[in-house]
C-alpha cells in the first residue's frame, strides 16, 4: 500500500519519461499486490455462503466504480501531473486497513502459530454472534499444524508435480489470454467512434452488470463451464466483429462492449476459480503468478490494439481465436464448486486434470477439512 501511494506521488515530479516509466514499475508492483492480498485474504477468511459475495460483488465491482471515475475525473482535469496526484489521494484511506483487516487465519495456522489464528478466529465468531469454544484444536490437531508449519513452499511447488503443474500451465496461458483481451478491448475504445471520455465510461460502466452476471453464473453453475462458456460467447462475438458492415459503426460499438462484458465477467470468475485450485500453502503464489501471466498479457495487448492499423479487423480475430483456445483449456480443468478450500499440496495431488475426483477422499484430509471450516469466519 506504501509503495503503490508513495511512488505514485513521486511520480507527479518525474523530470522525463524514462523516470516516470521506472517509477511506474514501482506503482505497478504496489497496485497488483494490494489487489492479489486483498482478494487471498478475503478468500481465505470469509466462509463459503460469502467468499463468490466478495470475489464478485465486493472487490470487483469496486474496481469498476473507480474505473468510471477516471474519464469523470480526467474531463475536467486535464494536466496530467494534477491528475495523477489527484488519483493518488485516495490510497492514504490505505493506512487504517493495517489495523482493520486480520490476517489468514488459514496462513498462521500453516505457519505455525497458532495462537494468533485461534484469537483471530474468536474474533471473528464473537462478531458474528457466535460463542466459540474454549478450545479450538485437539491435541492431534495441533501436533500435525506444527509438524506441516516447518515445511517452506516456493515456487517451485507449483510445478513440482504433474497435478499442479498442468492446473498451473493453464491457469497460466488462460490469465495470459484474458487480459490481451481484457486491456485489448480497453485500449480500443478511443478508437471508437465518438467522445473518448464517453467510450471510457461505458467501457467501465458495463462492468458493474457484467461482475453481477459472474456472481449469478457462479451460484448457479460451476466454475469450469461457467468460465468456459463466458470464453466462447466472448470469443464468438469478437469473430461476429468482422461480418459487420463498416457504415454499421454503432453496432461495431455494441459488439465491442458485449466483448467486454462477457470478457470482464469471465476476469471475475478466474479469480475465484483460481484461489479454489490451489491449496492454502501456495495459494497466494499460485494466484501471484496468475496475475503476472495477466500483466504479461496486458503488456502485450498494446500490439494487438496496434495492429489494426493494418486491418482495422485483425485485433478482434486474433483476440478472438486465442479466447476460445483459452475456453478449450479451461474444460480441462477440475470443477471445485461446493468444495472446501484445500489447505496442502497432498490434498491437491489426488485431483486429476482431465477428470475431476473429489479431493478429500481420506481421513487425513477430513482433518484438514474440519480445520480449514473452523477458520472459515462463521
Known amino acids: ?12 515530479f518525474s523530470p522525463n519519461w524514462e523516470i516516470f516509466c521506472i517509477l511506474n514499475f514501482f506503482v505497478g508492483i504496489g497496485q497488483i499486490s494490494n489487489y ?9 477468511v470469509l466462509g463459503k455462503s460469502v467468499r463468490v459475495v466478495y470475489s464478485t460483488l465486493g472487490l470487483c465491482i469496486s474496481y469498476a466504480i473507480g ?12 494536466s496530467w501531473r494534477m491528475l495523477l496526484f489527484i488519483l493518488s489521494l485516495p490510497g492514504l484511506l490505505y ?11 488459514r496462513w498462521l495456522l500453516h505457519k505455525g502459530r497458532i495462537q494468533e489464528a485461534e484469537a483471530i478466529i474468536q474474533h471473528i ?3 458474528n454472534g457466535i460463542i466459540p469454544p474454549p478450545v479450538l484444536f485437539n491435541d492431534f490437531e495441533l501436533e ?14 507449483l510445478v ?3 497435478n499442479i503443474r498442468a492446473i498451473t500451465i493453464i491457469n497460466f496461458l488462460v490469465w495470459m489470454i484474458l487480459s490481451i483481451e481484457y486491456y485489448g478491448l480497453s485500449l480500443s475504445t478511443p478508437n471508437l467512434n465518438g467522445n473518448a471520455y464517453l467510450n471510457c465510461f461505458f467501457s467501465a460502466a458495463i462492468e458493474v452488470p457484467a461482475y453481477t452476471a459472474a456472481w449469478l453464473l457462479l451460484q448457479r453453475l460451476g466454475r469450469r463451464f461457467s468460465l468456459s462458456g463466458a470464453l466462447f460467447l466472448g470469443g464468438g462475438v469478437l469473430f461476429f466483429i468482422q461480418l459487420v458492415p463498416s457504415d454499421l459503426s454503432v453496432l461495431t460499438t455494441t459488439l465491442v462492449m458485449v466483448g467486454k462484458f462477457v470478457i470482464t465477467s469471465a476476469f471475475s470468475i478466474v479469480y475465484v476459480y483460481t484461489a479454489e485450485l490451489y491449496p492454502t500453502v501456495v495459494r497466494n503464489m499460485g494466484v501471484g503468478v496468475s496475475t503476472m501471466a495477466s500483466r504479461t498479457g496486458s503488456i502485450i495487448s498494446p500490439y494487438f490494439v496496434y495492429l489494426g492499423a493494418y486491418n482495422e479487423l485483425l485485433p478482434f480475430i486474433l483476440m478472438g481465436g486465442l479466447t476460445i483456445l483459452s475456453a478449450v483449456l479451461v474444460l480441462f480443468l477440475p470443477e471445485t464448486i461446493n468444495n472446501s478450500l484445500l489447505e496442502t499440496i497432498d490434498q491437491m495431488q489426488d485431483i486429476k486434470c482431465f477428470k475431476f475426483r473429489t479431493p478429500c477422499n481420506n481421513q487425513n484430509c477430513s482433518v484438514q477439512n474440519e480445520m480449514g471450516e473452523k477458520s472459515d469466519g462463521h
Open 1 to 12: 500500500m506504501a509503495v503503490q501511494t508513495g511512488f505514485s506521488m513521486i511520480q507527479v
Open 36 to 44: 492479489v492480498a486483498a482478494f487471498v485474504i478475503g478468500s481465505e
Open 67 to 78: 474505473y468510471m471515475f477516471l474519464p469523470f475525473i480526467a474531463y475536467f482535469i486535464r
Open 95 to 105: 493506512i487504517p486497513l493495517w489495523w482493520l483487516v486480520p490476517e489468514s487465519p
Open 125 to 127: 465468531a464473537k462478531k
Open 144 to 157: 500435525e499444524m506444527k509438524a506441516k508449519s516447518v515445511i517452506s513452499h516456493t515456487i517451485i511447488h
Open 160 to 162: 513440482k508435480t504433474s
